[in-house]
Protein backbone atom coordinates (compact mmCIF):
# COMPACT_ATOMS: atom_id res chain seq x y z
CA UNK A 1 0.00 0.00 0.00
CA UNK A 2 1.67 3.41 -0.75
CA UNK A 3 0.23 7.18 -0.10
CA UNK A 4 2.16 9.00 -2.92
CA UNK A 5 2.41 13.23 -2.90
CA UNK A 6 1.34 14.16 -6.44
CA UNK A 7 2.85 17.48 -6.16
CA UNK A 8 6.58 16.04 -5.44
CA UNK A 9 6.24 12.70 -6.84
CA UNK A 10 7.38 11.36 -3.70
CA UNK A 11 6.00 8.17 -1.29
CA UNK A 12 4.75 9.52 1.84
CA UNK A 13 3.90 6.28 3.63
CA UNK A 14 3.95 2.62 2.29
CA UNK A 15 3.16 -0.94 4.07
CA UNK A 16 2.90 -4.75 3.01
CA UNK A 17 -0.21 -6.11 3.60
CA UNK A 18 -1.74 -9.35 2.36
CA UNK A 19 -5.25 -7.25 1.17
CA UNK A 20 -6.22 -3.64 1.01
CA UNK A 21 -8.20 -2.64 4.28
CA UNK A 22 -10.03 0.81 5.05
CA UNK A 23 -8.42 0.74 8.26
CA UNK A 24 -5.20 0.30 6.55
CA UNK A 25 -5.67 3.51 4.66
CA UNK A 26 -6.70 5.32 7.88
CA UNK A 27 -3.08 4.10 9.78
CA UNK A 28 -1.44 6.21 6.57
CA UNK A 29 -3.46 9.62 6.80
CA UNK A 30 -3.19 9.23 11.14
CA UNK A 31 0.30 9.21 10.10
CA UNK A 32 0.70 12.01 7.53
CA UNK A 33 -1.25 14.17 10.00
CA UNK A 34 1.13 13.26 13.22
CA UNK A 35 4.23 13.69 11.22
CA UNK A 36 3.06 17.36 10.02
CA UNK A 37 1.25 17.35 6.74
CA UNK A 38 -1.50 19.08 5.36
CA UNK A 39 -3.74 17.15 3.51
CA UNK A 40 -5.42 19.33 0.36
CA UNK A 41 -7.24 16.31 -1.43
CA UNK A 42 -7.13 12.36 -2.00
CA UNK A 43 -7.61 10.55 -4.81
CA UNK A 44 -9.02 7.03 -4.07
CA UNK A 45 -9.10 4.05 -6.93
CA UNK A 46 -12.52 2.70 -5.90
CA UNK A 47 -12.95 0.94 -2.28
CA UNK A 48 -16.14 1.53 -1.66
CA UNK A 49 -16.08 1.81 1.98
CA UNK A 50 -12.83 4.36 1.90
CA UNK A 51 -14.67 6.76 0.68
CA UNK A 52 -17.48 7.14 3.87
CA UNK A 53 -14.55 6.68 6.02
CA UNK A 54 -12.62 10.05 4.09
CA UNK A 55 -16.26 11.93 4.22
CA UNK A 56 -13.96 14.73 5.98
CA UNK A 57 -11.61 15.59 3.22
CA UNK A 58 -11.78 16.33 -0.47
CA UNK A 59 -12.23 12.91 -2.42
CA UNK A 60 -11.39 12.08 -6.18
CA UNK A 61 -12.12 8.55 -7.53
CA UNK A 62 -9.99 7.55 -10.35
CA UNK A 63 -11.20 7.99 -13.82
CA UNK A 64 -9.45 5.32 -14.94
CA UNK A 65 -10.48 2.84 -12.00
CA UNK A 66 -13.77 4.11 -12.50
CA UNK A 67 -13.77 3.35 -16.08
CA UNK A 68 -11.97 -0.09 -15.59
CA UNK A 69 -14.50 -1.07 -12.89
CA UNK A 70 -17.30 -0.78 -15.97
CA UNK A 71 -15.66 -2.53 -18.31
CA UNK A 72 -15.06 -5.66 -15.84
CA UNK A 73 -19.05 -5.41 -15.28
CA UNK A 74 -19.79 -4.96 -19.28
CA UNK A 75 -16.18 -6.59 -20.37
CA UNK A 76 -14.70 -4.36 -23.63
CA UNK A 77 -16.68 -5.65 -25.76
CA UNK A 78 -20.43 -6.20 -24.29
CA UNK A 79 -23.03 -7.95 -26.91
CA UNK A 80 -26.17 -6.13 -25.42
CA UNK A 81 -26.76 -2.22 -27.06
CA UNK A 82 -27.40 -1.30 -23.33
CA UNK A 83 -23.77 -2.06 -22.37
CA UNK A 84 -22.48 -0.78 -25.05
CA UNK A 85 -23.91 2.41 -24.96
CA UNK A 86 -23.27 2.40 -21.21
CA UNK A 87 -19.32 1.84 -21.73
CA UNK A 88 -19.26 4.47 -24.42
CA UNK A 89 -20.83 7.14 -21.84
CA UNK A 90 -18.06 5.57 -19.12
CA UNK A 91 -15.42 5.96 -21.94
CA UNK A 92 -16.02 9.46 -22.15
CA UNK A 93 -15.80 10.22 -18.09
CA UNK A 94 -12.13 12.18 -18.87
CA UNK A 95 -13.53 13.93 -22.18
CA UNK A 96 -16.40 15.68 -20.97
CA UNK A 97 -17.55 18.09 -18.63
CA UNK A 98 -19.92 16.80 -15.56
CA UNK A 99 -23.14 18.36 -17.02
CA UNK A 100 -22.73 16.33 -19.99
CA UNK A 101 -22.06 13.02 -18.35
CA UNK A 102 -24.72 13.20 -15.91
CA UNK A 103 -27.04 14.27 -18.93
CA UNK A 104 -25.54 10.96 -20.76
CA UNK A 105 -26.14 9.19 -18.07
CA UNK A 106 -29.86 9.82 -17.09
CA UNK A 107 -30.64 9.71 -20.81
CA UNK A 108 -29.03 6.22 -20.77
CA UNK A 109 -31.41 5.01 -17.83
CA UNK A 110 -34.49 6.62 -18.92
CA UNK A 111 -34.02 4.54 -22.46
CA UNK A 112 -33.65 1.31 -20.74
CA UNK A 113 -35.30 1.07 -17.18
CA UNK A 114 -37.84 -1.14 -18.48
CA UNK A 115 -35.01 -3.28 -19.84
CA UNK A 116 -32.74 -2.90 -16.69
CA UNK A 117 -36.00 -3.78 -14.44
CA UNK A 118 -36.82 -7.67 -16.29
CA UNK A 119 -36.42 -10.06 -14.28
CA UNK A 120 -36.59 -14.30 -14.89
CA UNK A 121 -36.94 -17.51 -13.14
CA UNK A 122 -33.97 -19.33 -12.21
CA UNK A 123 -34.03 -23.27 -11.91
CA UNK A 124 -34.08 -22.04 -8.03
CA UNK A 125 -37.76 -20.46 -8.76
CA UNK A 126 -36.37 -17.52 -7.27
CA UNK A 127 -36.88 -14.48 -9.86
CA UNK A 128 -33.32 -12.76 -10.86
CA UNK A 129 -32.63 -9.73 -12.76
CA UNK A 130 -32.43 -10.48 -16.44
CA UNK A 131 -29.64 -8.16 -16.80
CA UNK A 132 -27.34 -7.74 -13.79
CA UNK A 133 -24.32 -6.84 -15.95
CA UNK A 134 -25.26 -3.64 -16.86
CA UNK A 135 -27.34 -2.90 -13.96
CA UNK A 136 -24.30 -3.53 -11.72
CA UNK A 137 -22.37 -1.08 -14.09
CA UNK A 138 -25.04 1.40 -13.83
CA UNK A 139 -24.94 1.38 -9.89
CA UNK A 140 -21.17 1.44 -9.78
CA UNK A 141 -21.73 4.69 -11.46
CA UNK A 142 -24.06 6.13 -9.46
CA UNK A 143 -22.33 5.28 -6.14
CA UNK A 144 -18.95 7.07 -7.26
CA UNK A 145 -21.04 10.05 -8.99
CA UNK A 146 -20.11 12.56 -5.91
CA UNK A 147 -16.54 11.68 -6.19
CA UNK A 148 -15.52 11.73 -9.76
CA UNK A 149 -15.44 15.30 -10.38
CA UNK A 150 -14.32 16.73 -6.74
CA UNK A 151 -10.94 18.16 -9.12
CA UNK A 152 -13.11 20.25 -11.03
CA UNK A 153 -14.61 21.40 -7.86
CA UNK A 154 -12.03 23.01 -6.29
CA UNK A 155 -9.60 23.63 -9.15
CA UNK A 156 -7.30 26.06 -6.75
CA UNK A 157 -6.57 22.27 -4.94
CA UNK A 158 -4.67 21.15 -8.05
CA UNK A 159 -5.99 17.54 -7.11
CA UNK A 160 -5.39 15.04 -9.94
CA UNK A 161 -8.10 13.03 -11.99
CA UNK A 162 -6.44 9.94 -11.78
CA UNK A 163 -3.48 8.27 -9.48
CA UNK A 164 -1.66 7.44 -12.75
CA UNK A 165 1.46 8.44 -11.02
CA UNK A 166 0.90 5.36 -8.31
CA UNK A 167 0.18 3.22 -10.86
CA UNK A 168 2.89 3.95 -12.66
CA UNK A 169 5.18 3.17 -9.59
CA UNK A 170 3.41 -0.03 -8.81
CA UNK A 171 4.18 -1.36 -12.37
CA UNK A 172 7.99 -0.47 -12.04
CA UNK A 173 7.48 -2.46 -8.77
CA UNK A 174 6.24 -5.46 -10.22
CA UNK A 175 8.48 -5.51 -13.04
CA UNK A 176 11.71 -5.58 -10.72
CA UNK A 177 9.53 -8.20 -8.40
CA UNK A 178 9.37 -10.48 -11.70
CA UNK A 179 13.13 -9.95 -12.30
CA UNK A 180 13.91 -11.31 -8.82
CA UNK A 181 11.43 -13.66 -8.59
CA UNK A 182 13.55 -16.10 -6.80
CA UNK A 183 14.46 -14.31 -3.48
CA UNK A 184 12.84 -14.59 -0.22
CA UNK A 185 9.65 -12.24 0.87
CA UNK A 186 11.95 -10.72 3.45
CA UNK A 187 14.60 -9.72 0.65
CA UNK A 188 11.50 -9.08 -1.87
CA UNK A 189 10.51 -5.92 1.09
CA UNK A 190 14.07 -4.78 1.08
CA UNK A 191 14.28 -4.72 -2.07
CA UNK A 192 11.75 -2.53 -2.57
CA UNK A 193 12.19 -0.30 0.39
CA UNK A 194 15.53 0.81 -0.89
CA UNK A 195 14.57 1.37 -4.49
CA UNK A 196 11.65 3.42 -2.84
CA UNK A 197 13.64 5.42 -0.67
CA UNK A 198 16.35 5.90 -3.80
CA UNK A 199 14.13 7.15 -6.37
CA UNK A 200 10.80 8.24 -4.68
Not at 6 to 31: C, M, P, Q, T
Not at 43 to 49: A, F, I, S, W
Not at 123 to 147: E, Q, V
Amino acid sequence: MIIKDAFRNKVLWHKYVRSESVSDYLEGISWLHDNGFRIYGIVCDGMRGLFPALRMYHVQMCHYHMIQIVRRHLTSRPDLEASNELLHIAMSLSRVSEEEFRAALSEWNMKWHTFLSEKSLCADGRAHFTHPRPRAAYRSIKFYMPYLWTCSHYPELCIPNTNAAIESLNLKLKTMLRNHSGISNMRRMKLLDEYIARHY
